[in-house]
């Protein structure tokens, strides 16, 4: 499957724990996006990569939230003290640099938090 | 800030033709998406419109935009119960590289 990959594709955790997303992008992509999607919204933007520099990150993105592309390859979400309010799917998606870079989604890792 | 607005739900009968209709603020788009989301998977690219286009064809999908009235839709011909799916608009501002999606229009097609 030459697709975009997320693990895992479920979390359940109890709040106050930290989680750990990963992202797998399409091999020759040197863009890597993260979006935050809950019931009944669309994606919303948390923050983007072109190769390992982490170029653009939205308000929504808070201090607990941080991403990683150490070597311009996949990416990791780590959430620390998970707050129910962090239930959401997280989606990763990935394109290449120029022109219209369509921006292709993996399935998405859906997190709980109790 | 960006807003794209979109219409919750449409119900079409199967071989009838659905349209899908978004608006967006943002008048500096540069490229509008319309993505497909089935239950418990990720968003699929449609297709897409460049901002100095006014309407796209591809197979059962033309998009057309009214780009004075900030206006996007997405006629689906001869909808099929496989086409039941959530259906997000999606803009991009010239200036960044990230997309701006709306709530999403639940279509159900029925037999």
């Known amino acids: 499957d030459t697709g975009v990959s997320q693990d895992p594709r479920h979390k359940i955790t109890k709040r106050g724990q930290n989680v750990t997303f990963r992202c797998d992008p399409i091999?020759?992509?040197?863009?890597l996006y993260w979006y935050r999607q809950t019931l009944g919204q669309g994606p919303e933007f948390l923050t983007y990569?072109?190769?390992?520099?982490?170029?653009?990150k939205s308000r929504l993105l808070s201090d607990r939230f941080s991403a990683e592309r150490p070597k311009g390859s996949f990416s990791t979400l780590e959430i620390q003290r998970t707050e129910q309010g962090d239930s959401a799917m997280y989606l990763c998606?990935?394109?290449?640099?120029?022109?219209?870079?369509?921006?292709?989604f993996g399935p998405g890792t859906r997190l709980t938090v109790l | 800030g960006e807003d794209v607005e979109q219409s919750l739900f449409l119900s079409v009968r199967e071989g009838d033709s659905s349209v899908i209709n978004c608006t967006y603020t943002d008048s500096s788009s540069t490229y509008l998406y319309w993505y497909k989301q089935e239950p418990g998977a990720g968003l699929q690219l449609l297709t897409y419109i460049f901002s100095n286009m006014d309407m796209k064809q591809d197979q059962r999908l033309t998009v057309l935009l009214n780009k004075k009235d900030k206006h996007l839709s997405l006629r689906i011909a001869d909808t099929q119960t496989g086409d039941s799916a959530i259906y997000f608009c999606a803009e991009k501002d010239s200036g960044y590289s990230t997309l701006t999606f709306g709530k999403g229009t639940m279509l159900l097609v029925s037999p």
């Open positions: 998606a990935s394109s290449v640099l120029a022109g219209v870079s369509e921006q292709f």
């Open positions: 091999s020759e992509h040197n863009r």
């Open positions: 990569f072109q190769n390992e520099a982490q170029l653009e």
